[in-house]
């Protein structure tokens, strides 16, 4: 098991072209933690937007009766890779990591396996 500053710290060294990684709390939209990003990539605005992307998926599953869980949300763009990680453990209910990728330095199927692999090894 490992906290949350050394998950982050996994997630930018062991995944491919990571730009930066968050673990949010959904239900207030703030980021318990960041690394990376910078001047050009916010990870505190990305962290409050795609809390409104994953409220609103889970919002949609609801009216449609899908009794189901998200996996993952994955948004591409013509540069980046933007994957949004659900934490199924009881300890992490509300929370999700997110991950801003360089699609052209990425392996979007080792990201996603990484970071799979990081939430189950990841401490709240």
């Given at each position: 098991m490992s906290n949350t500053d050394?998950?982050?710290?996994?997630?930018?060294?062991?995944?491919?072209?990571t730009i930066g990684v968050a673990l949010v709390d959904y239900t207030s939209g703030?980021?318990?933690g960041t690394l990376g990003g910078g001047k050009e990539f916010d990870l505190e605005v990305a962290a409050a937007g795609n809390t409104d992307v994953v409220r609103s998926k889970l919002r949609t599953m609801e009216h449609l009766g899908i009794k189901d869980e998200i996996e993952d949300i994955?948004?591409?763009?013509?540069?980046?890779?933007?994957?949004i990680?659900?934490?199924r453990a009881k300890s992490g209910n509300g929370l999700f990591l997110y991950i801003a990728l360089?699609?052209?330095?990425?392996?979007?199927?080792m990201?996603?396996?990484?970071l799979?692999?990081?939430?189950?090894?990841?401490?709240?």
């Open positions: 050394a998950s982050l710290k996994e997630a930018m060294s062991s995944i491919d072209g703030m980021a318990l994955l948004i591409t763009l013509s540069k980046q890779y933007h994957l990680r659900l934490l360089d699609a052209g330095k990425a392996n979007l199927a990201a996603r396996h990484q799979r692999r990081i939430e189950a090894n990841l401490e709240i």
